[in-house]
Structure formats: structure tokens, C-alpha cells
């Protein structure tokens, strides 16, 4: 079974920082492009940022400039930097990974369960 882990959120102030993490464990062949989503109360999830495997990366409109995506391939790891945090980027953030788990098999795309990033005015 794989897994996706996130970890880093909480609560800050406007202006502050955080750096969320996200580990892929278990089963794991390969692992193609990973990224975060947010869905922030009474709206869709949407897309925060994403980075290939060749580390390109792309950003929404909302965070550029602000926010950061890297990732560790021998750590099945991808982080978000969040810079400058401003009230509206509160909301769950999500991980989300293609991931192979045998050579035989596709690309399955696996969520976290969510890590929560609170900021106040």
C-alpha cells in the first residue's frame, strides 16, 4: 500500500513562513510529477503548485513569487516553501503524487490526507 504523508502546517501570522513536507511510502516503483492542492472553506480544491520528476515546476497565479516547490527523489519527498503567507492562502493542503507501484502497472495518482495552514491577520 502507498502512502502519502504531509506534515508542516499550522498556525501563523501574516507575513510569516512554513514549509510543508510530504513523504511517499510503501510500495513504490517509480513516482512521476508531485504537487500540492489547497482547498480553502466552502471552495474547491485547486491547484497550488506542481514539479515533474525533470524538477520543471508550475505555480498558480496566486502564489507566485511567494511560494516555493522542490522535491528529493531519493526521499520520495516533495516540500513547499510558503513565503510572505497571507490570510487567504488558508485552507488544507493537500499532496498529490503519480505513482507507479510495479514496473507492470501505470501511474495512479494518490492524495494525502491533508495538513492544515491557518494565517491570521
Known amino acids: 500500500q502507498v502512502q502519502l504523508v504531509e506534515s508542516g502546517g499550522g498556525l501563523v501570522q501574516a507575513g510569516e513562513s512554513l514549509r510543508l513536507s510530504c513523504v511517499a511510502s510503501?510500495?513504490?516503483?517509480?513516482?512521476?510529477?508531485m504537487g500540492w492542492y489547497r482547498q480553502a472553506p466552502g471552495k474547491q480544491r485547486e491547484l497550488v503548485a506542481r514539479?515533474?520528476?525533470?524538477?520543471?515546476?508550475n505555480y498558480s497565479d496566486s502564489v507566485k513569487g511567494r511560494f516555493t516547490i522542490s522535491r528529493d527523489n531519493a526521499k520520495n519527498t516533495v516540500y513547499l516553501q510558503m513565503n510572505s503567507l497571507k490570510p487567504e492562502d488558508t485552507a488544507v493542503y493537500y499532496c498529490?503524487?503519480?505513482?507507479?507501484?510495479?514496473?507492470?502497472?501505470?501511474?495512479?495518482?494518490?492524495w494525502g490526507q491533508g495538513t492544515l495552514v491557518t494565517v491570521s491577520s
Open positions: 498529490n503524487a503519480d505513482i507507479r507501484r510495479t514496473w507492470r502497472q501505470g501511474y495512479l495518482e494518490t
Open positions: 514539479i515533474t520528476v525533470g524538477r520543471s515546476t
Open positions: 510503501g510500495s513504490i516503483f517509480s513516482i512521476n510529477d
